[in-house]
């Protein structure tokens, strides 16, 4: 299984400041298809995950555009531009370019 | 606007077999775009992802679990089903059913059902 590895595991921010969440694999996520199969979910307290990006760096729907992702092969970058209350809770990368797809461990987003 | 609601008892003796039900409204599962799935998440700890199905019933599983997992569909009821079988206490965990697409990945949960195994 491919292995996702993300840092920090937790992150304390004032709101209107940014933050920046670190994802690596441990195998590259770039398909022959030229696509890059990465992932970034929000799992808000007591809720399903939503998905924030797809391949890398598409936000998803409704996602404001304070959310960036950007990175290549095995690195990856998930920040926010200006932390809003709202913000909280467990980010999750997720590959799927080979199956099983799988998550990193989560890293906690708390507002000082 | 699409929905999946997971069903199934919230309480299962170890060793049995634990079952669960997805059922989608909103759209129909037998859409060539995606696949069907189901994820869980033990008590403070992170995702794990169980298996996925197609319309067509074609599976996969995950290797970690392949021996003890089924899942299955019935396009007629627009539900897909996940047996969990000889389970013990580390099965215990809040199980989501999702839709998986080739581009968004999984991009529509359920809100989830808690299963604990305890006798």
């Known amino acids: ?112 | 606007q699409l929905q999946l609601q997971e069903s199934g008892p919230g309480l299962v003796k170890p060793s049995e077999t634990l079952s669960l039900t997805c059922t989608v409204s909103g759209g129909s599962i037998s859409s060539s775009s995606y696949y069907w799935g189901w994820i869980r998440q033990p008590p403070g700890k992170g995702l794990e992802w169980i298996g996925s199905i197609y319309y067509s019933g074609s599976t996969y599983y995950n290797p970690s679990l392949k021996s003890r997992v089924t899942i299955s569909v019935d396009t007629s009821k627009n539900q897909f089903s996940l047996k969990l079988s000889s389970v013990t206490a580390a099965d215990t965990a809040v199980y989501y059913c999702a839709r998986r697409g080739a581009i968004l990945g999984m991009d529509v949960w359920g809100k989830g059902t808690t299963v604990t195994v305890s006798s």
């Not at chain 1, 595991?9 to 996520?29: F, R």
């Not at chain 1, 995950?49 to 555009?65: K, W």
């Not at chain 1, 809003?84 to 980010?91: P, Q, T």
């Open chain 1, 1 to 112: 299984d491919i292995v996702m590895t993300q840092t920090p595991l937790s992150l304390s921010v004032t709101p209107g400041q940014p933050a920046s969440i670190s994802c690596k694999s441990s195998q590259s996520l770039l398909h022959s298809d030229g696509k890059t199969y990465l992932y970034w979910y929000l799992q808000k307290p007591g809720q399903p995950p939503q998905l924030l990006i797809y391949e890398v760096s598409n936000r998803f729907s409704g996602v404001p555009d304070r959310f960036s992702g950007s990175g290549s092969g095995t690195d990856f970058t998930l920040k926010i531009s200006r932390v809003e209350a709202e913000d909280v809770g467990v980010y999750y990368c997720m590959q799927s370019i080979q199956l099983p797809p799988t998550f990193g461990q989560g890293t906690k987003l708390e507002i000082k």
